[in-house]
Nanobody
Framework: QVQLVESGGGLVQAGGSLRLSCAAS????????MGWYRQAPGKQRELVAT???????NYADSVKGRFTISRDNAKNTVSLQMNSLKPEDTAVYYC??????????????WGQGTQVTVSS
């Protein structure tokens, strides 16, 4: 049983910043990668940024240069620093973790989602 707990969402004006955090807990042997995804109304869920345990990162083109993903392997956490926010960033943001548990089963786990709203 694995749970992801997110925090940091909210309302911010365009040009402002938010920092999202996500902590994974449960039967975790290893977190292979963690990431952030978002879904705006009427749109499919899309990748925002991912990071492996060895710090390989991947960003959506729309957020490159503005968002930074980081992780703490020892604490099983991942954060997303979002700067220069735009109204188009408004979405529900979801934390994701690719986890290998103590039974050597690898699976994906999702957080509950947190709303980020950027006003113009």
């Amino acid at each position: 049983q694995v749970q992801l707990v997110e925090s940091g969402g909210g309302l911010v004006q365009a040009g402002g910043s938010l920092r999202l955090s996500c902590a994974a807990s449960g039967s975790i042997r290893r977190i292979n990668a963690m990431g952030w995804y978002r879904q705006a109304p009427g749109k499919q869920r899309e990748l925002v940024a991912t990071i492996t345990r060895h710090d390989n990162t991947n960003y959506a083109d729309s957020v490159k240069g503005r968002f930074t993903i980081s992780r703490d392997n020892a604490k099983n956490t991942v954060s997303l620093q979002m700067n220069s926010l735009k109204p188009e960033d408004t979405a529900v943001y979801y934390c994701n973790a690719d986890i290998t548990d103590w039974a050597m089963t690898t699976f994906g786990s999702w957080g509950q989602g947190t709303q980020v709203t950027v006003s113009s």
